[in-house]
Nanobody, 116 residues
Framework: QVQLVESGGGLVQPGGSLRLSCAAS????????LTWYRQVPGKQREWVAN???????AYADSVKGRFTISRDNAKMTVFLQMNNLKPEDTAVYYC??????????WGQGIQVTVSS
């Protein structure tokens, strides 16, 4: 079993930046796909970005050019650098580490609020 712990959320003004981190409790293989999602109350969870390797990343159109996903395999951590934040980015952000249906782990979620 792998526990994921997210950090780095909080309150930021529009145009500001935050860096989310999600650390695994034990070492994971490079085969894991690391993903960030977000969810607003009353809406479905939304895919934000995922990374397989430094050269293999993907982003939702709504965050492309503003968010950057990266991973540090030695530290068993995935990051989400969020720049030029907008009020519509306000949500609970979740990380997910998955390599198969049997090895599919979620973080507990962390609040990001963008407001003046």
């Amino acid at each position: 079993q792998v526990q994921l712990v997210e950090s780095g959320g909080g309150l930021v003004q529009p145009g500001g930046s935050l860096r989310l981190s999600c650390a695994a409790s034990r070492s994971i293989s490079d085969s894991y796909i690391l993903t960030w999602y977000r969810q607003v109350p009353g809406k479905q969870r939304e895919w934000v970005a995922n990374i397989i390797s430094d050269s293999n990343t993907a982003y939702a159109d709504s965050v492309k050019g503003r968010f950057t996903i990266s991973r540090d395999n030695a530290k068993m951590t995935v990051f989400l650098q969020m720049n030029n934040l907008k009020p519509e980015d306000t949500a609970v952000y979740y990380c997910r580490f998955r390599v198969s249906s049997a090895s599919d782990y979620w973080g507990q979620g962390i609040q990001v609020t963008v407001s003046s």
